[in-house]
């Protein structure tokens, strides 16, 4: 942190993600009880898969069309339009819950309100990606992609958990659901200005692209051919996509199971107390992606970035194979912290790969290529738990099986790496 945080832009990139980020915890917060934990909901696997593909798959479907323009527009206009959009949104957001229109027709507008937000997010970040190798100097990749995700769900930990007890803050002194409301997504509202803010001290080309060029939408296809083609022509890069996917398939997975046996499984007094209950897992999974990048950046520099890598998932698919044999709650939560950490650790090589393999005039169709690929991985997972889990969520067989898929993906990278280490290096400490 020494290091990078005597770049100036560095910290302004930085100052700009935690605003946003906060923002976006904030209103996930706001939306959370009624988009999935209603006591009224049923919260089976396959209700989990369909919140987490609504969530997730708009990016997936616009990536294609909206991916383009980090490459051929100014990033930094790219995030500031996007945060001063979302800042709007937020309006509507308390607007339409603070006067309780949320049903019917309503309704469709608040999900597609909430998708758009959560869509612009995706692209911002890819956005933020894409520049980062702008910001630092050229062995500095991985230890600005470990800081950068570790920084992001501290800041929708506490941004979140800040969230939470305002709301129930206000309530208890008396303010109507209506007013509560208003105020969390005007706070959401005013974080994203933050950031608009904050990037005043970028300058237009600060973020990249160095190359630009505006082409027309037929074009669009022919780029993201070109994008792909060179992604798959950086074998290291392509090898760091394809595992995050295939992790964040088996996190997706994972996910949605404990959503299912806290609701329908674990003993409770009510809704109240299984959300409370899940909320202690998913801030052990939560602080494991936090902390990833202070275990991700030391131990690569100590045995390599391919290494690294074949230790998490080995640590992982251990950690999940105890998890599973037990499904105890407290065994899953201590193992869920150490998964969080370990996957959260491939998704920081994977991003490295992709900013040290990728030209600059590429980049940012790639790395938004990998942020849906990354979506997508979740979704798949959680469409296979929809298929393969009980009611209840209960599956010693399922919860062992996705220790030995991570055991398997180590074996995987470990076929694919063989006698090339030294390339998955470069960007790093390790290169010189």
């Not at 942020?371 to 979704?379: A, R, T």
Request: aromatic share 6%; proline share 4%; glycine share 12%.
């Amino acid at each position: 942190m020494r290091r990078l945080t005597r770049h100036a832009a560095f910290r302004r990139m930085v100052g700009v993600r935690l605003a946003t980020q906060s923002g976006d915890a904030v209103i996930q917060i706001g939306m959370a009880s009624y988009v999935l934990l209603n006591p009224q909901s049923q919260a089976d696997a396959a209700a989990v898969a369909a919140v987490i593909a609504l969530v997730m798959m708009p990016m997936a479907v616009a990536g294609p069309f909206v991916g383009p323009i980090l490459d051929r527009f100014a990033r930094t206009s790219t995030v500031r339009v996007s945060d001063l959009t979302r800042s709007v949104l937020a309006v509507v957001l308390a607007i339409l819950v603070g006067t309780g229109r949320t049903s019917g027709g309503w309704q469709v507008l608040l999900a597609v309100v909430l998708v758009i937000v959560l869509s612009l997010n995706r692209l911002q970040l890819a956005g933020l990606g894409a520049g980062m190798p702008h910001t630092v100097d050229d062995d500095e990749y991985l230890d600005a992609a470990a800081v950068m995700p570790m920084l992001g769900p501290v800041t929708m930990l506490v941004a979140g958990g800040s969230a939470a007890g305002l709301r129930l803050g206000a309530g208890r002194l008396g303010l109507p659901p209506g007013p509560s409301d208003v105020l969390v997504f005007g706070i959401a509202a005013g974080l994203f200005c933050t950031g608009v803010w904050i990037l005043r001290g970028f300058t237009r080309t600060a973020l990249g692209p160095t190359t630009r060029r505006v082409s027309s939408i037929t074009s669009v296809f022919t780029g993201l051919r070109q994008a792909f083609a060179e992604l798959v022509a950086a074998r290291p890069a392509l090898n760091g996509v394809l595992l995050v996917f295939a992790s964040r398939a088996g996190y997706g997975l994972l996910m949605t199971m404990i959503v299912v046996l806290y609701r329908h499984h674990f003993p409770s007094d009510g809704v109240e107390t299984s959300v409370l209950s899940m909320g202690v897992w998913f801030a052990a999974t939560g602080a494991g992606f936090a902390t990833s990048g202070l275990v991700a950046a030391p131990l690569s520099a100590r045995t390599g970035l391919c290494r690294m890598m074949m230790i998490a998932l080995g640590t992982a698919a251990l950690a999940q194979i105890i998890a599973g044999a037990t499904l105890v709650p407290v065994v899953m939560i201590v193992c869920g912290l150490v998964v969080g950490l370990c996957l959260q650790s491939i998704k920081i090589a994977a991003d490295t790969l992709v900013q040290a393999h990728i030209s600059d005039e590429a980049r940012g169709r790639v790395t938004l290529m990998h942020d849906i690929i990354n979506n997508c991985g979740y979704v798949t997972g959680a469409v296979i738990a929809a298929l393969v889990l009980p009611p209840d969520g209960f599956s010693i067989p399922a919860g062992v099986g996705l220790g030995v898929w991570f055991a398997l993906l180590a074996a995987w990278f470990w076929a694919v790496s063989r006698g090339t280490t030294e390339a998955y290096d470069v960007g790093t400490v390790n290169a010189h």
